[in-house]
């Protein structure tokens, strides 16, 4: 089959060459059981088809697959899938829409995404690991919109976003680990829009925010950690605008802020911590107004900032816990906090 598509595609013929390609990835969607006992060998066949579409869309291929559609949907994925160092073009779909990842390694790290889609949208994970560490962003699409992570590990530490649009909204993590860490958002759009995080990890430690837009409006934190320790926030936008907290450990603590805006307006601290201790404000602003301090513990012990930087608690919706902060009533708040007096009165 991957004969016959390169003939088409060296005769420039696209529409001949996306009929063996969809027949490819029509077995690949076929039904089949990993518990029985020919399981091995199937995942193999299942592996290297794989491998043959990856070899195609890497820039060492002689012939190229690029401007191809790869219908991989609900597809059941429990074998190791090695998709490293790929390009996605403009007009390249790969869609797992639906697909259950239960075991083994999809590896797209190091892959580009330069214009085409990567569509994880609806897919389960329930376990094994989808990994796009080192992957860069430039252009396109990657979804994760509505997938359900209830297991198993996400890698994109150290991707870098400087264009493309990765969408998380109405995502589930239940369990497992999605992973962040020393990535690189310059661009783009990373969007959690009310996602819910129920007892998973989300690591951005050291994760460095310099342009576009990381947004986790109206998301749910219900247990688990959100570490954004050590990071860096020197432009773009990063929001929590609405965004619930219950239970969940959020750490900022030694982040730098000296760029760029946070928003916390109308967030609601329940229960859990918030943590910004050692945190640098020396620029941009952090926005709490509107916030709802119930019953959260919120850590600002040790933070430091300066002007331009603003930390601005104006107006909060509730104040039954307030946050510890390293002035008292009878001392002058800092010229870079809002309001001037304190506490903050709605």
């Known amino acids: 089959m991957a ?23 029509a077995y690949l969607r076929s039904p089949w059981n990993p518990e029985t006992d020919d399981s091995d060998e199937e995942a193999l066949v299942r592996s290297n088809i794989i491998s043959i579409i990856a070899d195609h869309l890497r820039p060492t291929a002689t012939v190229h697959w690029q401007r191809a559609n790869f219908n991989l949907t609900r597809a059941q994925i429990a074998f190791d899938s090695n998709l490293s160092g790929i390009e996605v073009q403009t007009d390249t779909v790969i869609s797992f829409e639906g697909s259950e990842f239960a075991r083994g390694i999809t590896n797209f790290s190091d892959a580009k995404l330069s214009g085409g889609t990567i569509d994880l949208k609806n897919a389960k994970f329930s376990g094994g690991t989808i990994d796009l560490q080192k992957a860069k962003f430039s252009g396109g699409t990657i979804n994760f919109r509505r997938a359900e992570l209830t297991g198993g590990m996400l890698n994109l530490s150290q991707a870098v976003f400087t264009g493309s649009t990765t969408d998380f909204s109405g995502a589930k993590f239940t369990d497992g680990t999605t992973d962040f860490s020393r990535a690189h958002f310059a661009g783009g759009t990373t969007d959690f829009l009310d996602a819910e995080f129920a007892g998973s990890i989300m690591d951005f430690g050291g994760a460095k925010f310099t342009d576009g837009t990381t947004d986790f409006s109206r998301a749910h934190f219900a247990g688990g950690i959100a570490d954004f320790i050590r990071a860096e926030f020197t432009g773009g936008t990063t929001n929590f605008s609405g965004a619930k907290f219950d239970g969940t450990i959020t750490d900022f603590s030694d982040a730098k802020f000296s760029d760029g805006v946070t928003y916390f307006t109308n967030a609601r601290f329940n229960d859990g911590a918030i943590d910004f201790t050692d945190a640098q404000v020396t620029g941009g602003l952090i926005d709490f107004t509107s916030a709802h301090f119930d019953g959260c513990t919120a850590e600002f012990k040790g933070v430091t900032g300066q002007e331009p930087g603003q930390l601005d608690f104006r107006k909060p919706s509730s104040w039954l816990r307030p946050p510890h902060v390293p002035w008292s009533e009878d001392e002058e708040v800092p010229t870079w906090v809002e309001p001037r007096y304190w506490p903050p009165t709605g």
Request: aromatic share 8%.
């Open 3 to 25: 004969a016959l598509a390169d003939e088409w595609g060296r005769a420039g013929n696209l529409a001949e060459r996306q009929v063996y390609i969809d027949i490819l990835c």
